[in-house]
């Protein structure tokens, strides 16, 4: 936990250092530019370099994901700014880090000479992930400028979907065959010079590259050199197909603790891998999504996007909102006579919907997790909706016991209690049947439970809780 706090500290002081050498940059700048001096052109000139030379050497000594939350971090002109000092050779690599809404305002700000040369120095699986965003005319160069395997891995990567294995894969691999003996093997990984990052077992296949096995590199070293890679290595593997759902595989590599599992087509021909990076940037991207999804924004937004973007991007699940608000306001208008009579039903209403809201938001988080995790399915979905019922029932029931009791403390009439404990336990009880089925019905017809569940709940909670409370009320009150 020390370890994660001194990170953040220091992204953060990485941060306000760059944020200090830009606004030294530009104040010491503007003081000389109004200065009469001689040889003014020349002076302002090597305070432009010691200043700028100051910032890059900061840059440079960071990490390509730590210039990646610094860019992210900042206005667009200074964002553009620290974006000139990078190093050229480095491009590529920040590109990869950065937010999607971010790397968008990079690119357009780089020329295709620029953008050609932060391509190339990135490995086939990592240009998938770029590709989308490069232009056509940049896109078409780059493809040129690959080799036959190469040009022909990256296509056949751009035909997965994103949310799959294939899209996630990496073609760095090491292979060897099941004949050979161990010294063998190590003296051809010595050959090498180095390996693929997250190696941790090497891909045994035939000559005609059908997987075999694995050989972990832990059974490799404390095994007898003499013997063949066929007897010490492991027969049964993790193995994925490209086609197969990320989310899968991200699961199997949580449950079985794997680092790389190998990627093979129909005929168990080996065509990849999947690493343990690659699964934890999708995770995290998922976890991003869904939390952008439930507050019903439709993608990922750069901090300093301009206010028309924003807009866009937030309008829609705001639109959405304000129907619900008003179906709310039309069901509390039903009932103005019986709170123009009663005037405490005005102050207590907003209590029942609020806690409806709030209870059925956990019944959905629940369901939504459930739901990502394959654990929910007919066979326990009568078991899963008397449960909710139940915690319903019973929250209902205490909660609203309570609040009966404060509502006859502050009014003085028992009636009143009882029909707040009563609108109160309907309420939760509409707000658990809400929160399993709304996100079981999107998760029906094909669509992402996460998205806009949250508002969909509160729309039901506030009404129904409105209708229920001022409805009991009417009926026994008046």
Request: aromatic share 4%.
């Given at each position: ?151 022909e891995r990256l296509q056949s990567a751009l035909l997965y ?24 093997a190590l003296r051809y990984l010595r050959r090498l010079g ?285």
């Open positions: 936990m020390a370890d994660i706090q001194e990170s953040k500290d220091s992204l953060s002081e990485n941060l306000q250092q760059v944020i200090t050498l830009l606004e030294k940059h530009r104040l010491v700048e503007n003081l000389v530019h109004k200065q009469e001096m001689q040889n003014h052109d020349l002076v302002e000139s090597l305070v432009h370099r010691q200043n700028i030379y100051e910032l890059q050497k900061k840059l440079d000594l960071l990490h390509p994901a730590d210039v990646a939350y610094i860019l992210e971090a900042l206005p667009l002109e200074q964002r553009l700014d620290v974006w000139e000092l990078v190093k050229a050779e480095r491009d590529g690599e920040i590109l990869l880090e950065v937010s999607d809404a971010v790397r968008q305002t990079l690119i357009a700000d780089m020329d295709s000479e620029e953008l050609l040369a932060a391509a190339e120095q990135l490995d086939t699986d990592e240009l998938a992930d770029l590709v989308p965003d490069l232009p056509k005319d940049v896109l078409q160069d780059l493809l040129d400028s690959l080799d036959s395997q190469n040009r979907p994103d949310e799959s294995v294939g899209a996630l894969m990496d073609f760095d691999i090491i292979t060897i065959r099941e004949d050979v003996t161990l010294e063998v180095s390996l693929p990052n997250h190696t941790d077992k090497l891909f045994v296949v035939d000559r005609h590259d059908i997987l075999q096995g694995v050989l972990p590199l832990k059974r490799m070293v404390v095994s007898d050199l003499d013997a063949n890679v066929a007897d010490v290595m492991a027969m049964e593997a993790v193995v994925f197909h490209p086609e197969d759902i990320a989310d899968e595989a991200a699961k199997a590599f949580e449950r079985y603790d794997l680092v790389t599992a190998p990627v093979v087509d129909d005929n168990n021909k080996l065509v990849g891998r999947i690493t343990v990076d690659a699964v934890m940037d999708f995770i995290r991207h998922e976890a991003e999504s869904d939390k952008l999804s439930m507050a019903g924004l439709r993608e990922e937004e750069d901090f300093f996007a301009s206010i028309w973007k924003s807009v866009q991007n937030r309008w829609a699940w705001l639109a959405i909102n304000l129907v619900t608000a008003l179906v709310a306001s039309r069901v509390i208008g039903l009932f103005e006579e019986s709170i123009e009579r009663i005037v405490a039903l005005a102050a207590l209403m907003p209590i029942v919907a609020g806690i409806g809201g709030n209870s059925g938001n956990q019944t959905t988080t629940m369901i939504v997790r459930g739901l990502a995790l394959g654990q929910i399915a007919s066979h326990n979905m009568k078991s899963l909706i008397t449960k909710e019922l139940g915690v319903a029932l019973l929250n209902g029931l205490l909660w609203g016991g309570v609040l009966g009791l404060i509502a006859y403390a502050l009014y003085g009439s028992y009636q009143l209690g009882l029909v707040m404990m009563s609108a109160m336990t309907l309420n939760l009880l509409l707000a658990a049947i809400m929160g399993v089925m709304i996100p079981l019905v999107m998760n029906k017809i094909g669509r992402d439970p996460a998205v806009g569940s949250s508002v969909l709940i509160t729309a039901m909670t506030d009404s129904g809780g409105f209708f229920i409370f001022l409805g009991l009320a009417t009926i026994f009150l008046l």
